[in-house]
């Protein structure tokens, strides 16, 4: 038994915000299990239940310094695994539009490796734009294209506002939709 074991979920979240690891191990310990079984009953497959736990638990150590809980721990990660597994569902609903439209509408073509490579290329081309855009402004816009945060969520991680957030994301749009629109002049 850890010394942490008797301390209360407030004590230990009090000696996160200092770095202490044994504290966050206590928690884990409490709540991994939990996370766990909500995750994978929602979403029905067991690795992608153990990323979201492993997401979770990621994101309160990284943010344990500014993390402000206003309802009890427990209920804290109820709404974090409720999140993520909305997003995952979400992600799931949309890949499986996208995959019954590609089958059905989109014609087979017979110049498909032209095809392809026209689509690396345009890959190529987005991530190189990407890659050079400011900072703060790539990591706004990947968390919102890539990781499918809503701008909320984002200004949550980085403490800025919901409009920064917005700038931040049409400034990088207007950047790639000029470098790309180069391409097909």
Not at 51 to 56: A, K, S, T
Not at 116 to 142: A, D, G, H, M, T
Request: charge should be neutral; charged fraction near 25%; proline fraction near 1%.
């Amino acid at each position: 038994m850890s010394l942490h074991a008797s301390y209360s979920d407030l004590e230990l979240l009090d000696l996160i915000r200092l770095g202490d690891k044994m504290a966050f191990s206590e928690i884990y310990s409490r709540y991994w299990k939990k996370v766990f079984t909500v995750a994978s009953n929602k979403i029905g497959q067991l690795e992608e239940a153990e990323e979201i736990v492993q997401d979770i638990f990621i994101s309160l150590w990284d943010r344990r310094e500014s993390i402000i809980i206003t309802t009890s721990l427990n209920a804290y990660l109820a709404v974090s695994v409720k999140y993520r597994v909305i997003k995952i569902l979400a992600k799931r609903s949309l890949y499986n539009k996208y995959a019954d439209y590609s089958l059905n509408v989109i014609p087979i073509s017979s110049n498909s490796t032209e095809d392809w490579l026209e689509f690396e290329e345009l890959k190529s081309r987005l991530e190189i734009l990407v890659s050079n855009l400011p900072e703060k402004c790539r990591l706004v816009y990947k968390m919102s294209r890539e990781n499918g945060m809503s701008q909320k969520q984002i200004a949550e991680e980085f403490c800025i506002s919901e409009k920064t957030v917005e700038a931040h994301i049409g400034k990088a749009l207007k950047v790639l939709r000029t470098g790309l629109g180069q391409l097909f002049l």
